[in-house]
């Protein structure tokens, strides 16, 4: 083994910093931002694992004057500031790089490519091959045989290998033409201009032609293309000033020696040791693994628990990169002080059932076919009362080998029902919502439901995901649970749950039952020392029954009409394409990001913003603040939008259909969003749009059973209502109580005129600009919602706060209250925990206070909502109502009323809505009938 990896070591940075981004890790010590420094390790031991390479060299970007700026002023003029919360976590990056004695290179006023140019050329017939990992075509020139790229391709650790070959096949140039090449196409990432218009394939078919840039414009005259010799002739200069920036210098004076190269030994129990000093403990625990270092103590770190499905149900959300999570390879697992015992017979079951004490809680837990509990089959039920002892009975199924051995359906269910059915037996689970939807479908209507431990684990920890069991037992209980992976398999491998073998089964649905058991004894203690057992008892636990109920009842969709709105929709992506092609001059594929980024970035020379590890990116957020650069950007955003209404409502809702019930059952997430919202999935009935025609399109597919209509009602601007509550402003409350256009009275203070003079387009402006506050938004931010210059949203939110000084005091108060306290609460006291409030890191604080602002008023307008729906489904359950509650979107909730209940059943509703909480102002519900959604809404 003799090869070399250089690393461009900003490259894998970045790539690192963008990948990790979403999961938004922090380190275990400092708690700032860490992804980008647990990415850049986490890649490299992989790669050294993979490459088996022997000599490493690390280079990076100087962070001052290029000597190219001498050559070309503009030269990566463009490129964007570093990230603020990247720019720590690199310096971190070079301090670990030392400490480990990794060879590192960086020299004043010499890029890295430039290093890694002159590396290659030095060390070219010292080793059998020098591996380049970065993502610069300009690079290509210094390939040759023993010489390769590494570029990254999908994820964070897959990458392709290009040598000269692959440059010639898969651009049409040879390595030594790549210089002229990079003159003509020039380079966006770093300012290269190249030749206006002309494109990669047009540069390569030249480039093949002609050779190179001297010999084209020899042979400008024989072109046949009058436009590309307009072109070439107006940016000859630019053409040969790219070529010269373009080239990587390969004779730098290094005073390096092949073993200055040799990879040290990291696994040194002192470098392995900088790992957990620097708070990255999961990547100390995998190198000291690797080392055979043994680990003394359980360490905490950055590991990505898989959610425990469990055949069934999940925790509503996939578990994230965290740093809070107990080290793996010190958890207790199941031993022989856990008794859990598989119930074979019916008699043996009653026996067992007969004995069980009301006085002691019971937890739950079922076995199924499916994740979805509408369609799900039950396999079996697992209980428990006392901590390590459980009990699992499996029933029979038609497709089991071991349907022989197992009692019925019908007999388990008949043995259960008395207990399941009995509030006097108090009940628990873990996502119970699920078993008492396959239970109901089974006959069987749970009641004495008290606790839900994902609930809680969420109320706890409201800005986490780590909600599932398997998470919770370790971060709880250090317990490492037995996964619905390791019992059924993956992949090819996979098997259906009713095909192994109950006793097998037994253990790990037992298992849950116990666990979930001894997490309720440890999480509802801290429920109370929290201080948020209202949250829990007297919203969410009440709340879980209704959502249970409008689960189950569904909603009623007409497939045929969404089959006509696919083709609608189709039509209009045709159009789309149609001009974007136009505008484009060729027809390209519009789903390629590659290809869209040569047209936009390239070929029209839009203003490139924000890079990726495959070229500047073309996502939403971009396409909207290039509008009105060109034409194409409205096609594009167009396009987007109608494949996904297409994808993801009107082919996708039809198949949702459940087969029994003939309606779409969506599934309510009550530990999602962590200002207490509901969110939905399966479908996702919250993202439909609300303001366009598309979403009342949309709406129009939402049908009613026959003697039903549909009635929608919805708070009436419930968050500025909220706001006026909280920040006790005289000017806001006074608007409410009078029922004054609060939009025209913040209009007529931010334009200085009397409220009669207040234009149509003012009050729109009022209006985002209520809405945009309450958001803690910024300057930046509301210029852009506003489309206007940052001057002036920056007067708009000083006039907004001399006319209401209630809201500014609020927003100080509730910000110094958290940076005090380390969270804010709702009006009922739903806790939102934001260390990040007292963070060093700028950018990342002032992000906390933003939320810090809002959260309080977000989540009590979720708590309202809530209420309502509690008190409303009490009333139907008491008046034995053919009436009932089907969806809840945002601030609006969906009711199925019958024709006989239909003006009674308003009024109460709309009465239980505007009552839920009392505030100092008003709260206004409206709403109306309708035969379908639309109509209602």
């Keep these: 083994m003799n090869r070399l990896l250089i690393i461009d070591g900003h490259a894998l940075a970045f790539r690192a ?101 002159s590396l290659c050329k030095k060390f070219a017939k010292d080793f059998d091959q020098i591996v380049i990992l970065s993502s610069d075509k300009d690079l290509y020139q210094v390939l040759d045989k023993n010489i390769h790229m590494l570029r990254g391709k999908r994820g964070v650790s897959e990458f392709e290998h290009i040598n000269p070959e692959w440059v010639k096949e898969n651009i049409g140039i040879t ?64 053409a040969f000033l790219s070529r010269e920036l373009a080239t990587i210098v390969t004779n730098l004076k290094l005073d390096i020696k092949k073993s200055d190269l040799k990879i040290p030994n990291y696994y040194e129990p002192a470098k392995v040791q900088v790992f957990k000093d620097k708070g990255y403990n999961v990547l100390h625990r995998d190198l000291a693994k690797q080392a055979g270092i043994t680990l003394e103590d359980s360490e905490t770190g950055n590991t990505k628990a898989a959610k425990k499905s469990k055949g069934k149900k999940s925790s509503e959300s996939e578990p994230v990169e965290t740093q809070d999570a107990a080290d793996s390879s010190h958890l207790r697992t199941k031993d022989d002080r856990q008794k859990y015992s598989r119930i074979k017979t019916v008699d043996e079951l009653k026996k067992i059932l007969s004995k069980l004490d009301p006085k002691k809680i019971l937890a739950i837990d079922t076995e199924t076919t499916s994740t979805d509990p509408m369609s799900a089959e039950l396999l079996g039920i697992s209980f428990a009362t006392d901590s390590n002892r459980a009990y699992y009975v499996a029933v029979s199924h038609a497709e089991s080998i071991y349907s022989h051995t197992l009692p019925s359906l019908k007999e388990v269910i008949e043995a259960f029902k008395p207990i399941l059915e009995n509030d006097k037996f108090k009940k628990i689970g873990q996502n119970i919502k699920y078993d008492v939807l396959v239970l109901r479908k089974c006959g069987v209507e749970v009641q004495g439901i008290i606790f839900d431990t994902m609930i809680a684990s969420y109320i706890l920890k409201p800005g986490e995901r780590r909600h599932n069991m398997d998470d919770m037992a370790v971060d709880y209980l250090n317990y490492k649970t037995f996964t619905y992976d390791e019992l059924v398999g993956t992949g090819k491998k996979k098997q259906n749950l009713y095909d192994i073998d109950p006793d097998i089964v037994s253990d790990y649905a037992c298992e849950d039952a116990d666990i979930t058991l001894q997490l309720y004894d440890i999480l509802s203690k801290k429920i109370e020392i929290q201080d948020t057992s209202n949250i829990l008892q007297k919203i969410e636990m009440p709340l879980l029954s209704v959502l249970a109920k409008m689960e189950y009842q569904g909603i009623l969709v007409e497939p045929n009409y969404f089959a006509g709105l696919s083709v609608i929709f189709e039509k209009k992506i045709k159009e789309h394409e149609k001009n974007i092609h136009f505008y484009a001059g060729r027809s390209f594929n519009i789903n390629s990001t590659k290809e869209l980024q040569v047209v936009l970035f390239e070929d029209l020379r839009l203003p490139a913003e924000k890079k990726t590890q495959t070229g500047f990116s073309t996502d939403h957020s971009v396409l909207e603040s290039l509008q009105g650069t060109h034409p194409i950007i409205d096609d594009l955003l167009s396009i987007r939008k109608f494949n996904k209404l297409k994808s993801t409502y009107s082919d996708t809702l039809p198949t949702l259909i459940n087969s029994e019930t003939g309606r779409i059952h969506t599934s309510y997430n009550q530990t999602i969003a962590a200002t207490g919202r509901l969110s939905s999935t399966n479908p996702n009935l919250q993202n439909i749009p609300i303001k366009d025609e598309e979403g009342r399109l949309l709406r129009k597919g939402f049908i009613t059973s026959p003697g039903f209509e549909i009635l929608s009602l919805d708070y009436s601007q419930i968050e500025l209502r909220i706001m006026a509550h909280f920040s006790k402003d005289k000017n806001m409350i006074g608007a409410y109580k009078s029922g004054e256009d609060i939009h025209k009275q913040t209009a007529a203070g931010l334009y200085g005129v009397n409220e009669k003079d207040v234009t149509p387009e003012m009050r729109n402006k009022a209006k985002i600009v209520n809405f945009s506050v309450i958001y803690g938004v910024t300057s930046f931010g509301l210029a852009n919602n506003l489309k206007v210059s940052r001057k002036e949203a920056k007067d708009f939110i000083e006039k907004y706060f001399l006319q209401y000084k209630g809201v500014s005091t609020y927003m100080e108060e509730t910000v110094k209250f958290c940076k005090e306290n380390g969270y804010v609460e709702t009006l009922l006291g739903r806790k939102r925990f934001l260390p990040d409030i007292n963070s060093k890191n700028k950018m990342a604080s002032e992000a906390a206070k933003r939320v810090a602002i809002n959260s309080p008023i977000q989540g009590t307008s979720a708590d309202m909502i809530k209420i309502a729906m509690i008190n409303i489904q009490k009333l139907i359950d008491k008046q034995r109502l053919k009436s009932r509650i089907i969806l809840q979107v945002h601030d609006e909730l969906v009711f199925e009323v019958h024709s006989s209940e239909k003006n009674s059943f308003y009024e109460m509703a709309k009465k239980e809505m505007e009552n839920a909480l009392k505030l100092s102002v008003p709260v206004t519900v409206e709403g109306k009938f309708g035969k379908n959604w639309d109509e209602a809404h």
Excluded: C
């Design 17 to 117: 910093y963008f990948a990790f981004a979403a999961s938004n890790l922090k380190n275990s010590i400092t708690g700032l931002p860490s992804g980008a420094v647990f990415g850049f390790w986490r890649m490299l031991f992989k790669l050294l694992q993979d490459e088996k390479v022997s000599h490493i060299a690390f280079t990076f970007d100087p962070g001052t004057r290029l000597h190219r700026n001498d050559l070309y002023e503009a030269y990566k003029a463009q490129r964007k500031p570093m990230p603020e919360d990247l720019k720590p976590q690199l310096r971190e990056i070079y301090e670990m790089i030392q400490a480990l004695d990794f060879p590192m290179y960086k020299m004043d006023g010499i890029e890295a490519d430039d290093i890694i140019g």
């Design 175 to 238: 390595k030594e033409q790549v210089r002229d090449y990079m003159g003509l196409v020039g380079d966006t990432s770093d300012n290269i201009p190249g030749v206006k218009g002309v494109g990669e394939k047009g540069a390569a078919t030249l480039i093949q032609e002609y050779g190179n840039l001297e010999t084209i414009y020899k042979n400008l005259k024989n072109l046949k293309n009058k436009g590309l010799i307009d072109k070439l002739e107006a940016d000859k200069e630019k």
